[in-house]
């Protein structure tokens, strides 16, 4: 099965940027997904397709992959978005397809 | 506005059943892959199942042959049998739907399901 590597934690003071990372073999050649997540709550999308955002998702969000990397950037980091974020990409060849990161909490200082 | 609400969690038993049910709205239910992602209390997302828009359902490993995803397009709804349960199947049950090819646009509320004797 495809495995995705997140940090457990990213912590980050109001007003700077915060970086969560995504690893995976060759993750630069699928389509990365992000979500955020607060608690008791669904998840939301938040990038798609490596660089994409929904409509309604600041542009304080965006997303790089290459190689066996990718990366959620949020810039001018905002009290609410402090949360867990997700990766994910789907590899037919996998089993399971759909495969999710195990989850980074972003916590505001 | 796009809606899923999930309903029909509740308590069950090792061996025992529960049917899941998604009612959709706000978007063409019936050209829309639809998927059920879990979570354990604490724990990551993961994926469950798969039913896209042409019919293929997919299952991950631990639930293939134990679950089976349905929709009726007719009722804008999606199902979830879930037979032969066990308590690692315990989890909040999230009903998404699909979008351009891999992602999850839009996600109902979720429904608790417990596993237990």
């Known amino acids: 099965s495809y495995v995705l590597t997140q940090p457990p934690s990213v912590s980050v003071a109001p007003g700077m940027t915060a970086r969560i990372t995504c690893g995976g073999n060759?993750?630069?050649?699928?389509?990365v997904n992000w979500y955020q997540q607060k608690p008791d709550q669904a998840p939301i999308l938040v990038i798609y397709y490596d660089i994409d955002r929904p409509s309604g998702i600041p542009d304080r969000f965006s997303g790089a992959s290459s190689g066996n990397t990718a990366t959620l950037t949020i810039t001018r980091v905002e009290a609410g978005d402090e949360a867990d974020y997700y990766c994910q990409v789907l590899d037919n060849r996998s089993d399971p397809p759909y495969v999710f990161g195990p989850g980074t909490k972003v916590t505001v200082l | 506005e796009v809606q899923l609400v999930e309903s029909g969690g509740g308590f069950g038993q090792p061996g025992g059943s529960l049917r899941l049910s998604c009612a959709a709205s706000g978007f063409p239910f019936i050209s829309y892959d639809m998927h059920w992602v879990r979570q354990a209390a604490g724990k990551g997302l993961e994926w469950v199942s798969s039913l896209d828009a042409s019919g293929k359902t997919s299952y991950r490993g631990s639930v293939k042959g134990r679950f089976t995803i349905s929709r009726e397009n007719a009722k804008n709804s999606l199902y979830l049998q879930m037979d032969s349960l066990r308590v690692e199947d315990t989890a909040v049950y999230y009903c998404?739907?699909?979008?351009?090819?891999?992602?999850?646009?839009?996600w109902g509320q979720g429904t608790q399901v417990t596993v237990s004797s």
């Open positions: 998404a739907r699909g979008y351009i090819d891999s992602a999850f646009d839009s």
């Open positions: 060759n993750i630069g050649r699928k389509g």
